[in-house]
């Protein structure tokens, strides 16, 4: 189970902090990753991170606003975004699979919205 928290309305500019607690399987070999989708559009990827390793992937787009890190104790993946836009407003959904390309597991999501 992955459940996602931390969304909320944010002002242009400002930072928020989501969270994606998992529970009920052992994320060794597993990679989480961020998503989002806004209304009309497709799905796009964000960022994400090997639950073992540590090792990072962002989307390029993303790359200097936003940072993905996990702490193992909490079993929970954080991603932190910052000098937040309007366009960022979306649904982020966190998701658990077993490479960089291919998730299994997804959570229901949490509301961004970024006024202008």
């Known amino acids: 189970q992955l459940v996602e928290s931390g969304g909320g309305l944010v002002e242009t500019g400002g930072s928020l902090r989501l969270s994606c607690e998992v529970s009920?399987?052992?994320?060794?070999?597993?990679?989480i990753g961020w998503f989002r989708q806004a209304p009309g559009k497709e799905r796009e990827f964000v960022a994400a991170v090997s639950w073992s390793g540590g090792s990072t992937d962002y989307a390029d787009s993303f790359k200097g606003r936003f940072t993905i890190s996990r702490d193992n104790a909490k079993n929970t993946v954080y991603l932190q975004m910052n000098s937040l836009k309007p366009e960022d407003t979306a649904v982020y959904v966190c998701?658990?699979?077993?490479?960089?390309?291919?998730?299994?597991?997804w959570g229901q999501g949490t509301q961004v919205t970024v006024s202008s």
């Open positions: 998701a658990a699979g077993r490479s960089w390309r291919s998730y299994s597991f």
């Open positions: 009920g399987f052992n994320l060794d070999n597993y990679v």
